[in-house]
């Protein structure tokens, strides 16, 4: 079955601060996608990233970075020097790629950050 | 070009009642995903549509709960007799057909706010 745990409920940081968000997965499938998606105050579900389960190099976007372990299982976001607009709830998630089948994403519960100035 | 949009954006309605929740997904993308996020809590998977073809409906709580695709495009998720415990976030979500890694990213609206008195 597939799970995704993020451990940290809530964080909190100081603008310009460096923050890492955890992210666990479980998967009995050799073929998988992990996701991270942000929910800012205003509710909607903002897609930030996708990697396949092949591709383990890490990814940097700006002041996003992405670190993806199997041996881990891990696939952990960093924000560096953080603002507050980067203040929102990210989630983690995880699909398996049945054939033919639904790619549904399950969820972690989330981590909600706030960035203060 | 437009994203994925849904109607309406909030609902109220008493206990008993029947509600319908629509969705129309980006042009072009043939998967649809409805999902229910609680408060707090990530989204959690309810169906998916292939076209118009209901794959999978496992994540449906109970019969009372009703999802529809027919021309492949538009659908609306169906709530019959609703209960207070139906009050959430439904959310809509659409992705192309990939090509060699299977389907692509999902997209999310910004889902009807549901509550029920």
């Known amino acids: 079955a597939q799970k995704v745990t993020q451990a940290q409920t809530e964080i909190s940081v100081v603008e310009k601060e460096d923050v890492t968000l955890d992210c666990v997965y479980e998967t009995r499938d050799t073929t998988y996608y992990l996701f991270w998606y942000k929910q800012p105050p205003s509710g909607e579900l903002v897609f930030l990233i996708r990697?396949?389960?092949?591709?383990?190099q890490n990814e940097i976007s700006g002041r996003y970075s992405w670190n993806f372990q199997k041996s881990t299982s891990s696939f952990n976001f960093t924000i560096t020097a953080s603002q507050v607009v980067d203040s929102a709830v990210y989630f983690c998630a995880l699909s398996e790629a049945p054939q033919g089948g639904s790619e549904k994403l399950v969820f972690g519960k989330g981590t909600k950050l706030t960035v203060n100035p | 070009g437009a994203g994925v949009s849904q109607s309406p954006r909030y609902k109220v309605t008493k206990r008993g009642q029947d509600v319908a929740l629509r969705c129309d997904p980006i042009s072009g993308h043939v998967s649809l995903y409805w999902y229910r996020q609680a408060l707090g809590q990530g989204p959690e998977f309810l169906t998916y549509f292939n076209y118009e073809a209901q794959q999978d409906k496992s994540g449906l709580p109970n019969d009372r709960f009703s999802a529809e695709r027919p021309e492949g495009s538009i659908s609306t998720l169906t709530i019959q007799r609703t209960e207070q415990r139906d009050s959430a976030m439904y959310r809509c979500?659409?992705?192309?057909?990939?090509?060699?890694?299977?389907?692509?990213?999902?997209?999310f609206g910004p889902g009807t706010r549901l509550l029920v008195l």
């Open positions: 990697r396949n389960s092949f591709d383990e």
């Open positions: 979500a659409s992705s192309l057909e990939g090509i060699v890694f299977g389907k692509e990213t999902q997209y």
